[in-house]
């Protein structure tokens, strides 16, 4: 049963990685014009540089082979070669993989202890005051975009109160925290509304449930009883969305990266933009959706977990 | 329990904040109408030429002559403001009405016919969901170079997903409804009855939902000007005059940034307030 279920959700991953990694790949081929032109463009390229391109990607191949080549070169950790740092496209990217992993760690922290605790409070107070004031803050929050927040926050604690740093990503550990701490923010800011409006809803739903008053109506304690029989419960939605929230945060750095000039993945991708290096653009891309995809699915599996009530569901049907 | 998708995200981030219409409803449409006069009538109502230089008064404060100060070349932010609005509402304007029409294309074709159409399709939509907006339009930059033409495409097809997996699940459930089979007995072909009968009956749920794309749209767009990957300087838009300012915040040279930034917040919040309560009226029970 449980074997089933994994082969099947592992055989809907690969699919779906499978069209969306040619989606990226076959992207080249409709730009009109030759290919090596469109790859060093911008460039004076030498005969030898020509012959080099044309090489690595296979250019004189089918276009199914240099796909499967392309893929092929992924699974041995092999993304081709960067147009602008005469580097591995691995190396490239390996090399500013650690700050951009820690940002979006350090944003998910945020977003989720502040949408968590924002959320519950909001369920236990709901209707009233407290609940109104929080959904009126988070929604406010939830318009500000990660560059307009990284805008604010830059003039007010970085220039004006001169708290943290305005630029780089500092060294050792202490430091990089300190360096990422604004960017962090300023990435969270906008994704609290998601996890505390989510929060909310389930444990809302879960507070009005028989076993909650049942345990109320025999003198438990308010706090006892959201912890042991509401807040288990209410968890499930909120990690149903992380694979949403782990591709908004990562799109995020190429923002946050750039406004606070730290040497990321996200800012790679908006340089190699610029400087015409689409080798190391199209492995950025495919890594984003590669997380986002991989992430759903462990989500997917783990969800019986979490919830036995959703294995029950699958195995009703 | 089913995995949650980005449209539920959505309806979860829409789903209160109503029943309080009347005030916010009422700022919010007259915001968005402000802006919209000012980005059609941009000509007669700026004060200057939104990129007439003036090396006397570089980064001056607010005052009688630049009533939002001048930026590090000493053009008038108002006036940028007030061009900035056209590209601001116009492109998140078209990726919602293109999204929209592809969108219920989809969903319609997918939620009518059914069979392996639907499962093809619904395949496409998930391949196409595993891609966040942003990055499709930056992929499209890549691709075929700045400017805000390939964006608006790339984001059109972006959301068209959202609208597609809603049409389709309306379609569904207005294909068992009775009037259809009544028009099936008397002869009429399924694409008449689609087109004709089912459509019109999602057309404006679906619409009302899609309202609510704009302000995510508009924040990306405006995202990827920042960048210096949509709109280009020195043309007035919001994105990339925060872009161009961001060096000034250092020295202290808030505005010529902030302003632009908290223009893309106004807007936003209203296109949201009202979006929230379109769809509220004509959504009303929106099957997830």
């Known amino acids: 049963?449980?074997?089933?279920?994994?082969?099947?959700?592992?055989?809907?991953?690969?699919?779906?990685?499978?069209?969306?990694?040619?989606?990226?790949?076959?992207?080249?081929?409709?730009?009109?014009?030759?290919?090596?032109?469109?790859?060093?463009?911008?460039?004076?390229?030498?005969?030898?540089?020509?012959?080099?391109?044309?090489?690595?990607?296979?250019?004189?191949?089918?276009?199914?082979?240099?796909?499967?080549?392309?893929?092929?070169?992924?699974?041995?950790?092999?993304?081709?070669?960067s147009l602008q740092f005469r580097d591995e496209v691995s190396t490239v990217i390996g090399d500013r993989l650690p700050v951009t992993l820690g940002l979006v760690a350090l944003a998910a922290v945020m977003i989720l202890v502040t949408g968590i605790v924002a959320g519950t409070i909001a369920a236990l107070n709901r209707g009233r005051l407290p609940d109104r004031l929080i959904l009126t803050v988070l929604t406010a929050l939830g318009a500000i975009p990660p560059f307009v927040g990284a805008i604010i926050l830059i003039a007010v604690f970085a220039v004006q109160l001169n708290w943290f740093p305005a630029f780089g990503s500092?060294?050792?550990?202490?430091?990089?925290?300190?360096?990422?701490?604004?960017?962090?923010?300023?990435?969270?800011?906008?994704?609290?509304?998601?996890?505390?409006?989510?929060?909310?809803?389930?444990?809302?739903?879960?507070?009005?449930?028989?076993?909650?008053?049942?345990?109320?109506?025999?003198?438990?304690?308010?706090?006892?009883?959201?912890?042991?029989?509401?807040?288990?419960?209410?968890?499930?939605?909120?990690?149903?969305?992380?694979?949403?929230?782990?591709?908004?945060?990562?799109?995020s750095t190429a923002i946050v990266e750039s406004a606070f000039g730290i040497a990321g993945v996200g800012s790679l991708l908006v340089q190699s933009v610029n400087r015409l290096d689409f080798p190391v653009v199209q492995a950025i891309v495919l890594l984003v959706v590669a997380a986002f995809v991989i992430v759903n699915a462990i989500v997917d599996l783990l969800q019986p977990l979490i919830d036995p009530r959703a294995a029950a569901g699958e195995a009703g049907r | 329990?089913?995995?949650?998708?980005?449209?539920?995200?959505?309806?979860?981030?829409?789903?209160?904040?109503?029943?309080?219409?009347?005030?916010?409803?009422?700022?919010?449409?007259?915001?968005?109408?402000?802006?919209?006069?000012?980005a059609i009538f941009a000509p007669l109502v700026a004060p200057y030429n939104p990129d007439q230089l003036d090396f006397g008064a570089i980064y001056a404060n607010p005052n009688l002559a630049h009533w939002l100060g001048t930026d590090s070349l000493g053009r008038d932010t108002l006036s940028r403001i007030i061009y900035g609005a056209r590209t601001a509402l116009l492109a998140p304007l078209i990726v919602v009405i293109a999204s929209t029409i592809l969108g219920i294309l989809l969903g319609l074709l997918a939620g009518w016919r059914g069979g392996w159409i639907d499962?093809?399709?619904?395949?496409?939509?998930?391949?196409?969901?595993?891609?966040?907006?942003?990055?499709?339009?930056?992929?499209?930059?890549?691709?075929?170079?700045?400017?805000?033409?390939?964006?608006?495409?790339?984001?059109?097809?972006?959301?068209?997903?959202?609208?597609?997996?809603?049409?389709?699940?309306?379609?569904?459930?207005?294909?068992?409804?009775?009037?259809?089979?009544?028009?099936r007995v008397q002869g009429f072909s399924g694409g008449w009855i689609a087109l004709r009968r089912v459509l019109p009956n999602v057309v404006p749920t679906v619409g009302a939902q899609s309202t609510l794309n704009f302000g995510y749209v508009l924040a990306e767009l405006a995202g990827l000007s920042f960048l210096g990957l949509g709109v280009q300087a020195p043309t007035a838009d919001w994105g990339a005059m925060i872009n161009e300012s961001q060096a000034g915040l250092v020295g202290g040279h808030f505005l010529p940034a902030l302003i632009p930034a908290i223009a893309v917040v106004i807007v936003v919040v209203a296109v949201n307030v009202i979006g929230e309560e379109i769809s509220e009226r004509i959504g009303g029970g929106t099957p997830a």
Not at chain 2, 127 to 155: E, H, Q, R, T
Not at chain 2, 160 to 180: H, K, N, Q, W
Request: glycine share 8%; hydrophobic share 55%.
């Open chain 1, 1 to 81: 049963m449980i074997i089933r279920r994994v082969v099947g959700k592992l055989g809907s991953l690969t699919l779906t990685l499978v069209l969306a990694s040619a989606l990226i790949f076959f992207s080249r081929f409709m730009v009109p014009g030759d290919p090596v032109s469109f790859l060093l463009r911008g460039r004076q390229p030498s005969p030898e540089a020509i012959a080099a391109v044309t090489e690595q990607f296979g250019l004189n191949l089918p276009p199914w082979e240099q796909y499967l080549r392309w893929i092929g070169g992924m699974f041995q950790g092999d993304f081709g070669r």
């Open chain 1, 170 to 251: 500092g060294d050792g550990f202490f430091d990089t925290i300190h360096h990422l701490i604004l960017p962090s923010v300023a990435m969270a800011i906008s994704f609290i509304v998601l996890i505390g409006k989510i929060t909310r809803m389930s444990m809302v739903e879960q507070l009005g449930r028989e076993h909650v008053q049942v345990a109320t109506s025999r003198g438990l304690k308010p706090l006892t009883v959201v912890r042991r029989h509401v807040f288990r419960n209410a968890l499930g939605p909120i990690f149903t969305v992380s694979g949403l929230l782990i591709a908004g945060l990562l799109v």
């Open chain 2, 1 to 38: 329990m089913s995995r949650p998708t980005p449209t539920m995200a959505l309806k979860v981030m829409r789903s209160t904040g109503h029943r309080r219409v009347t005030v916010s409803w009422t700022i919010s449409i007259v915001v968005l109408g402000l802006f919209t006069l000012a």
């Open chain 2, 119 to 183: 499962a093809a399709i619904g395949r496409l939509l998930d391949v196409l969901l595993s891609f966040p907006a942003l990055l499709i339009a930056i992929l499209a930059v890549a691709l075929f170079g700045k400017g805000l033409v390939a964006p608006v495409i790339a984001m059109s097809i972006a959301y068209a997903p959202f609208v597609a997996r809603l049409t389709r699940s309306l379609v569904i459930s207005e294909r068992a409804r009775p009037y259809v089979s009544a028009y």
